[in-house]
């Protein structure tokens, strides 16, 4: 198991950094704390999860162990994949999952795209009894919705051009620009908006 990368970080983008080990350039999809604690050229180090899946092997990022193994516990639940489960993790930190499953939160985690009402109650049994291994307390108070003038897709993009280094003023701004897609075709992902956000910002 590669339980940690530390190394020059060489490349980071919208949901993956490339982190240079001894000369072998490794690509690591992060979440989206972790991916805003990197910048390319200088040190960076992540904890990570191997995870292979049809023989593809893909490594998975995270600020602390708690993460990662937040992110482990998320891949027991039936249906969540890891792709999910970084989704999940990239909104929602330990301790405000550790609330949103404490306090029966659906709507919460149904916010975070992928997560149906089916999935987030298999989330909220499958969970319950399990979390406490985390040895995170809830964080009294800590919102886990984004409210309903705030939509979720729009925190993840926002979050994750401020971690590739761009201002918030910036990142409000490419937010704007990519609006009328998701009006157009609201089945579109994350990363399509990032790369069309990330477009507007190069332009």
């Known amino acids: 198991m590669i339980a940690h990368l530390t190394g020059t970080v060489t490349a980071v983008r919208p949901t993956s950094a490339v982190i240079d080990v001894g000369g ?13 604690r990197l910048r390319p050229g200088e040190p960076g180090h ?5 995870q292979v ?3 593809v092997f893909t490594l998975f990022g995270f600020v602390d162990p708690t993460e990662r193994e937040a992110f482990e516990m998320l891949l027991g ?3 969540v994949g890891p792709k999910l489960a970084l ?10 999952l550790v609330t949103a499953i404490r306090t029966e ?3 919460g985690l149904t916010r975070v ?28 108070g800590t919102p886990v919705s984004t409210g309903p003038d705030r939509p979720l897709w729009r925190e993840q993009v926002s979050s994750g051009l401020q971690g590739l280094g761009w201002s918030a003023k910036d990142a409000e701004a490419a937010c704007d620009t990519v609006e009328p897609l998701v009006a157009e075709d609201a089945s579109l992902g994350v990363a399509q908006l990032m790369r069309a956000a990330l477009q507007s910002l190069a332009k």
């Open 46 to 50: 992540v904890e990570t999860s191997l």
């Open 105 to 107: 939160d659906i709507h």
């Open 87 to 96: 989704a999940i993790l990239s909104l929602l930190e330990p301790a405000t």
């Open 77 to 79: 639940v039936n249906s």
């Open 24 to 36: 072998l350039g490794l690509e690591v999809a992060c979440t989206a704390r972790a991916l805003s």
């Open 53 to 55: 899946r049809q023989e």
């Open 113 to 140: 795209p992928g997560v149906g009402k089916k999935s987030a109650e298999r989330i909220l049994v499958e969970l319950k009894d399990k979390i406490v291994r985390l040895g995170v307390e809830p964080e009294p």
